[in-house]
Nanobody, 115 residues
Framework: QVHLVETGGGLVQAGGSLRLSCKAS????????MGWYRQAPGKQREVVAT???????MYADSVKGRFTISINNAKDTVYLQMNSLKPEDTALYYC?????????WGQGTQVTVSS
């Protein structure tokens, strides 16, 4: 019964920065992979960044060089540092944690980038 809670979303001007956090509660094991996804109204949910326990971090081409995903030492919080934000980044951002026998999603946090 892992519970993910995202925080840090908000309204920001183009070119600004936001730092999203996603804290996991109720887990006694570390995820095999954690990631961030986003969904804009009328569009499909898309992957933003993923960080596996083994392997290389992956970023969508649209955010590469601007966003950074990281996980704290306790491995209970994943962050998404978003710099040089663009209006196209406006979406509901979801945290995801993949365990061996479960796939858990957060409730989402809204990011709105104004021009």
């Amino acid at each position: 019964q892992v519970h993910l809670v995202e925080t840090g979303g908000g309204l920001v001007q183009a070119g600004g920065s936001l730092r999203l956090s996603c804290k996991a509660s109720g887990s006694n094991t570390s995820p095999n992979l954690m990631g961030w996804y986003r969904q804009a109204p009328g569009k499909q949910r898309e992957v933003v960044a993923t960080k596996p326990s083994v392997g290389r971090t992956m970023y969508a081409d649209s955010v590469k060089g601007r966003f950074t995903i990281s996980i704290n030492n306790a491995k209970d919080t994943v962050y998404l540092q978003m710099n040089s934000l663009k209006p196209e980044d406006t979406a509901l951002y979801y945290c995801n944690a993949r365990f061996t026998y479960s796939n858990v999603w957060g409730q989402g946090t809204q990011v709105t980038v104004s021009s």
